[in-house]
Each structure stands twice: as structure tokens, then as C-alpha cells.
């Protein structure tokens, strides 16, 4: 399950995805697709780990756990 300790992250620290897409700038479909490994977006992990995402969900520009 792509994405699921992403997902838990954002839940414990009250982040819903369009406030992520809307941060970043970006689509909410981009966010979802990104989450769910369909799409690879460094700059998206490197916004997320900057917001306190631990990096090691990710490898290579994608999400890895």
C-alpha cells in the first residue's frame, strides 16, 4: 500500500491533501496519484520532508513505504 504512512503522517498532524496541492501547487488528482506511487514528484518530496515528513518514505521521487 503505497502512500499509507504517508497518509497516517498527514492524519496525525491534520493535513488534508488539498491543503498540500494548494501549498505546493499542484492538483489534488497529482497529490492523490503521487501518494499512491502512479506518480513520481521530487519536488513534492522534497515539500513534504521540509513540512516535517519523515524522508524516509520516499526513494528516488516516489513514495516508498
Known amino acids: 500500500?503505497?502512500?499509507l504512512k504517508v497518509r497516517i503522517w498527514m492524519m496525525t498532524k491534520s493535513i488534508k491533501s488539498r491543503e498540500i496541492a494548494n501549498a505546493y501547487g499542484c492538483?489534488?488528482?497529482f497529490v492523490s496519484k503521487f501518494l499512491n506511487g502512479e506518480k513520481p514528484s521530487r519536488g513534492l518530496v522534497d515539500y513534504l520532508?521540509?513540512?516535517?515528513?519523515?524522508e524516509?518514505?520516499?526513494?528516488?521521487?516516489?513514495?516508498?513505504v
Open 1 to 3: 500500500m503505497n502512500g
Open 49 to 54: 520532508v521540509r513540512e516535517g515528513c519523515p
Open 27 to 29: 492538483s489534488d488528482s
Open 56 to 64: 524516509a518514505y520516499f526513494k528516488n521521487g516516489k513514495v516508498s
